[in-house]
């Protein structure tokens, strides 16, 4: 359950009143994960997958279209799953689509058609109470919002609000981006 696993990963109850977003980072989902693992006694890994910006800018070398090739390799699979780090929330890509560009290409097999001839979709598992629980972006927007750096974000949930610019930043956080895909990979 949730509460097992906050239990583990050194949370107490009372659960409802725990504000996560004051001290969960990328480094402690990464660490949670392997004391989940540890604690049931399975073999797995977890990294950031691809974060292209920022100070600490951990896949510097990847391309977006490396990273979007790993993430939907990983979704075919069953023994990877992912969090999107995007602008204050986490949440999951749980799949993926590609839309052939071109009418003709729709009929095609989708792997006979070139990702630069297609429009890739990214389905995403929604937590928030007051969102779709399943939406989906366009890899474009993803690739968008992990490459900017402060003062400038791309609040990706609401994306008809454009790049946009913190007036108020504290020194130390400008030209930084905490963004990122964390991959979770099971040995089992």
């Known amino acids: 359950s949730q509460e097992k696993a906050l ?8 659960y409802e ?33 691809y974060k292209p910006s920022g100070k600490h800018a951990k896949t510097r ?27 204050n929330h986490y949440f999951s890509p749980i799949g993926f689509e590609v839309t052939p560009i071109q009418p003709n290409d729709a009929y095609k ?19 928030a109470k007051r969102q779709s629980c399943i939406h989906f972006k366009k890899w474009t927007e993803i690739c968008t919002d992990l490459h900017l750096r402060l003062p400038e ?3 990706i949930r609401r994306n008809y609000n454009g790049i946009m610019k913190k007036t108020e ?20």
Do not use: Q
């Open 153 to 155: 974000y791309y609040d």
């Open 109 to 127: 097999d989708p792997e006979d058609v070139p990702l630069k001839e297609a429009e890739v979709w990214i389905a995403i598992g929604e937590t």
């Open 17 to 49: 009143t725990v504000k996560f977003g004051s001290f969960t980072g990328n480094k402690t989902l990464i660490t949670w994960f392997k004391k989940i693992n540890e604690y049931f006694g399975v073999k797995g890994n977890a990294k950031i997958m």
């Open 7 to 14: 239990k583990i990963v050194g949370i107490k109850p009372p």
């Open 61 to 87: 070398g990847v391309s977006s279209k490396e990273a979007l090739r790993m993430l939907m390799s990983g979704l075919r699979g069953t023994k990877k799953s992912y969090v999107y780090h995007c602008f």
């Open 169 to 188: 930043i504290k020194s130390h956080k400008k030209g930084e981006n905490l963004h990122c895909i964390i991959e979770f990979e099971s040995f089992e």
